[in-house]
Each structure stands twice: as structure tokens, then as C-alpha cells.
């Protein structure tokens, strides 16, 4: 190799730095910086009567953080709203994906009012629940009165809550997962369902063997991303219920915003917020471990 190709490649590699060091300054400041800034809060106590006041307490916001009992109660609450959200997605998800796969008459009609929920804002979304499922405005007590009934119907209480929350995310979820899962679905030949059909399998013997294979790896993607982003759900939680009655809707999101912005426990609310990426990062790598690998394996 020359010495004038030498200087071409490392000209070439200079251009692309240069490319990319827009991109890297970019991160640098929306990622790097507002990271660094919550571990600085994390590690001080910080006070706003009197004067601003940042005092170092080291890890001492963490081990209250572990100590605490709402943190604890959260937490659960977090876990519960999040396996039934991905579970509700998942499953919806699928079952569309199967119905879109037939032959149907206006199915780009069809797609697109599926795709719809998809469309609108979490903030809408919550809006649309608050309506449907609230005691006094809700659609559901206006039915109940037009029908003749005298009591209001809600179902954002403390025993359902939750369930609702989870099924507000779910649709608007589901129809994502659902295209992601038809895109899979339109590449299985037809060729092995005719040769499921000589061997007389069952329908779901044809699903178990011949449709869900190939979905699988997407299955699994889908199901880390609405497992992060049912984690760090915040603006359809507040819209709909406020994180009550009380706190039986108080995620781990809606604690970080109440210590954080309405008690103004900034320190407190920060080491609040890393506990939450570590279980984030965490539950992501359990995943990855027990069913990414083996997926990742199999492509």
C-alpha cells in the first residue's frame, strides 16, 4: 500500500469523525450531562428554604430510598402494571396480527383504523380512559343512568386500577407489535401450511409449529421495549388516575415526580430515578439471558 492510500484512508477516517462528532456533541449534552447531573443530585441534599443548598450525603439518599416503604410499594406496583401491560400487548398484538393476515375485502381500510390507537399520545390516551372508566363523567355511568341504573359505574378504584392502566397501555400498544408481527406473518411460505395440511396437523398444532417460530425473535424484542417503556410510563398514569385512589396507582415514575417536583426532594427523588434505570436494566438483561440468547441463536 502507498503512502498517498495511507493518507486517503486516514482522510477518509478524519471525514467520518468529523460526520459523527455532531451526533456525539448531541448525545454528550442530552444524555451525558442530565446522567451525570442526577448522580451529582443523588449523592447531596438539597434544599430550597433559606437559600439554595446542596449538602454531601453520600449514599445516604440511596439507603433511604431501600429503607422506605412506599418505594417498596411502588416497586410492586411498577412490576404488577408492568407484566399485565406486556401481556395484554403481546397477546392483543397477536391476535390482530392473525385477523390482518386473511384475505379480506378493504383491508387497508381495516389497517388503518387498527394502526389508529398507535397514533394517538399517551396524554390522549388518558384522556379517552378517564372518560370511559371515571364514576362521575364517565361514559360507562352515563349508559348506567340513561338505562335506568342510580349508581355511578367506576372502575378507577383500588381494586381495578391497576388493570385499567394496563389495558389503556396495551391499546395503545398492541397495534405496533401487531404490524411488527404481520411484516413476520407475510414472510412464512404458504408451501409449509399446504405441507401442515397433508400432515393433517391441527390448527393448533399448525400455529405451534408452522406461524409462531418465525415470530418469536420478534416477540421477544417487542416484549423488552413495552416492558421499558411500561416502566418509565408516566403521562398517561397522571392523566388517568393521578396515581390513586390514594396510592394504589403510584408507580415508581409518579413517586420520582411527587418526591422530586412536589416535595421538592431533588436528591431524594435522583437516587429514586436510578433505582428505577438499574430495575430497567436490569429486567432487560434477564431477559435477554433467559429467552434473547437462545432466539439470537436461532436466526
Same mark, same amino acid.
Given at each position: 500500500?502507498?503512502?498517498?492510500?495511507?493518507?486517503? @484512508?486516514?482522510?477518509?477516517?478524519?471525514?467520518?469523525?468529523?460526520?459523527?462528532?455532531?451526533?456525539?456533541?448531541?448525545?454528550?449534552?442530552? *444524555?451525558?450531562?442530565?446522567?451525570?447531573?442526577?448522580?451529582?443530585?443523588?449523592?447531596?441534599?438539597?434544599?430550597?428554604?433559606?437559600?439554595?443548598?446542596? /449538602? +454531601?450525603?453520600?449514599? @445516604?439518599?440511596?439507603?433511604?430510598?431501600?429503607?422506605?416503604? %412506599?418505594?417498596?410499594?411502588?416497586?410492586?406496583?411498577?412490576?404488577?402494571?408492568?407484566?399485565?401491560?406486556?401481556?395484554?400487548?403481546?397477546?392483543?398484538?397477536?391476535?390482530?396480527?392473525?385477523?390482518?393476515?386473511?384475505?379480506?375485502?378493504?383491508?387497508?381500510?381495516?389497517?388503518?383504523?387498527?394502526?389508529?390507537?398507535?397514533?394517538?399520545?399517551? $396524554?390522549? /390516551?388518558?384522556?379517552?380512559?378517564? &372518560?370511559?372508566? %371515571?364514576?362521575?363523567?364517565?361514559?360507562? /355511568?352515563?349508559?348506567?343512568?340513561?338505562?335506568?341504573?342510580?349508581?355511578?359505574?367506576?372502575? *378507577? &378504584?383500588?381494586?381495578?386500577?391497576?388493570?385499567?392502566?394496563?389495558?389503556?397501555?396495551?391499546?395503545?400498544?398492541?397495534?405496533?407489535?401487531? +404490524?411488527?408481527?404481520? !411484516?413476520?406473518? %407475510?414472510?412464512?411460505?404458504?408451501?409449509? $401450511?399446504?405441507?401442515?395440511?397433508?400432515?393433517?396437523?391441527?390448527?393448533? @398444532?399448525?400455529?405451534? &409449529?408452522?406461524?409462531?417460530?418465525?415470530?418469536?425473535?420478534?416477540?421477544? *424484542?417487542?416484549?423488552?421495549?413495552?416492558?421499558?417503556?411500561?416502566?418509565?410510563? +408516566?403521562?398517561?398514569?397522571?392523566?388517568?388516575?393521578?396515581?390513586?385512589?390514594?396510592? !394504589?396507582?403510584?408507580?415508581?415514575? $409518579?413517586?420520582?415526580?411527587?418526591?422530586?417536583? %412536589?416535595?421538592?426532594?431533588?436528591?431524594?427523588?435522583?437516587?429514586?430515578?436510578?433505582?428505577?434505570?438499574?430495575?430497567?436494566?436490569?429486567? /432487560?438483561?434477564?431477559?435477554?439471558?433467559?429467552?434473547?440468547?437462545?432466539?439470537?441463536?436461532?436466526?
Amino acid at each position: 500500500m502507498s503512502a498517498a492510500q495511507r493518507t486517503a @484512508e486516514l482522510s477518509n477516517l478524519r471525514f467520518s469523525l468529523l460526520l459523527a462528532l455532531p451526533v456525539l456533541v448531541f448525545l454528550l449534552l442530552v *444524555v451525558a450531562y442530565p446522567l451525570g447531573y442526577a448522580l451529582w443530585m443523588s449523592l447531596h441534599e438539597i434544599s430550597f428554604f433559606g437559600g439554595y443548598k446542596a /449538602t +454531601f450525603v453520600g449514599a @445516604e439518599n440511596f439507603s433511604d430510598v431501600i429503607d422506605d416503604r %412506599k418505594f417498596k410499594k411502588s416497586l410492586w406496583i411498577t412490576v404488577r402494571f408492568t407484566l399485565e401491560s406486556v401481556a395484554l400487548a403481546m397477546v392483543i398484538g397477536l391476535l390482530i396480527a392473525l385477523v390482518l393476515n386473511r384475505k379480506m375485502r378493504f383491508a387497508g381500510l381495516v389497517r388503518t383504523i387498527v394502526i389508529l390507537p398507535w397514533c394517538i399520545s399517551l $396524554y390522549g /390516551t388518558g384522556v379517552i380512559f378517564s &372518560n370511559l372508566a %371515571k364514576g362521575q363523567t364517565g361514559i360507562g /355511568t352515563a349508559i348506567a343512568y340513561a338505562l335506568g341504573f342510580d349508581e355511578a359505574v367506576n372502575v *378507577v &378504584n383500588r381494586q381495578w386500577v391497576i388493570e385499567v392502566l394496563a389495558v389503556g397501555n396495551a391499546w395503545n400498544m398492541a397495534p405496533l407489535v401487531a +404490524f411488527f408481527l404481520l !411484516a413476520n406473518l %407475510k414472510t412464512i411460505p404458504s408451501r409449509l $401450511y399446504d405441507l401442515a395440511a397433508i400432515d393433517r396437523m391441527s390448527r393448533l @398444532e399448525t400455529f405451534l &409449529n408452522v406461524t409462531l417460530p418465525p415470530l418469536r425473535f420478534t416477540l421477544f *424484542v417487542f416484549t423488552c421495549i413495552t416492558t421499558v417503556l411500561s416502566m418509565k410510563l +408516566f403521562d398517561f398514569i397522571f392523566v388517568l388516575s393521578g396515581g390513586g385512589p390514594g396510592t !394504589a396507582s403510584s408507580t415508581l415514575t $409518579y413517586r420520582i415526580y411527587k418526591e422530586s417536583f %412536589k416535595d421538592l426532594d431533588l436528591g431524594y427523588g435522583a437516587a429514586m430515578s436510578f433505582m428505577l434505570l438499574a430495575l430497567i436494566l436490569g429486567t /432487560t438483561l434477564l431477559l435477554y439471558a433467559f429467552w434473547g440468547r437462545r432466539e439470537a441463536r436461532s436466526i
